[in-house]
């Protein structure tokens, strides 16, 4: 889940979601942000025999092998490592017992999300990705798909 | 003597590049070159598991405790002995976890620049095929 918060305003309170966005290659995806536990400067991963394409391999964080997976590859969208000029980012996201890095074009910060802005899934983000989207919010860096982390790291896990 | 600590494990590491592999020494019977296999032996080769190039003259096979009578495991060229602190050696993350089970990887370690990983012999031995030594 996404950290509710219910505002102080003086208006009927409304709970809102505080959701870190990152661009994956086109897209505007949004992540709890009590599921990033860390952003870190993109390096190559040692690649491991025996797996998907999806899994780039192992890189060290915080004194532990931590797995990287091309969640853009997965998600059969532009892949996150193709755009120039960007500066990408390893973003580390855990949802349950799993944690993984995944690279992204850009890293954007935390945006707030009040309930109702949050949309059904519209079908922008494909059909391979909607699978994956707890709705889809406008926020100042355009609309993004709230990822449901968890499923998509089931889903992901080899 | 050793002077290690009694908290190490020693490993004969394999393979080339960033990711190699390494078996427990405790369960190492000999290491030999390719003119001491016996005539007909089972085989498996580890440096091709972990993407090293095709055998080699100088290749070096590991006959090991829980592998079975007259099973090898090809190490490739740069075998060689690692120490390393118990508590280095980590458990593969949990997103690899089927894939750990499939081929046997038992934990990992970093070596250097590299990682290496802890190959379950007794769970990869049923994968080594019958061959005829070269």
Known sequence: ?158 | MSDESSSDRAFVVGGEGPLGFALPMAEVVRVVSADALPPRHRRLSLARLFGAPAERPATRYAEMKDAGVDTYFELGEAADVRHVAADAIEAVPLCLFTTARRWAWAGIFRDGAAYRVVVDVAALAPLAAERGAS
């Open chain 1, 1 to 158: 889940m996404s950290a509710p918060v219910t505002t102080a305003s003086a208006g009927p309170r409304e709970e809102t979601h505080s959701l870190f966005a990152v661009r994956l290659g086109d897209d505007l995806l949004l992540l709890p942000v009590d599921e990033v536990l860390a952003v870190l400067p993109s390096e190559a991963p040692t690649p491991l025999p025996r797996v998907p394409p999806h899994v780039l391999g192992l890189v060290n964080h915080d004194h532990r092998a931590l797995a990287v997976f091309d969640l853009a590859a997965f998600l059969e969208r532009a892949s996150a490592r193709a755009e120039a000029g960007a500066r990408p980012r390893t973003v580390v996201v855990k949802a349950g017992s799993l944690t993984v890095g995944v690279p992204v074009t850009a890293a954007l910060g935390v945006v707030s999300v009040r309930a109702s802005e949050v949309k059904p899934v519209s079908g922008a983000f494909g059909p391979r990705v909607g699978g994956f989207l707890r709705g889809e919010c406008e926020t100042r860096h355009g609309v993004g798909g709230w990822l449901d982390v968890a499923a998509l790291l089931e889903a992901a896990r080899v």
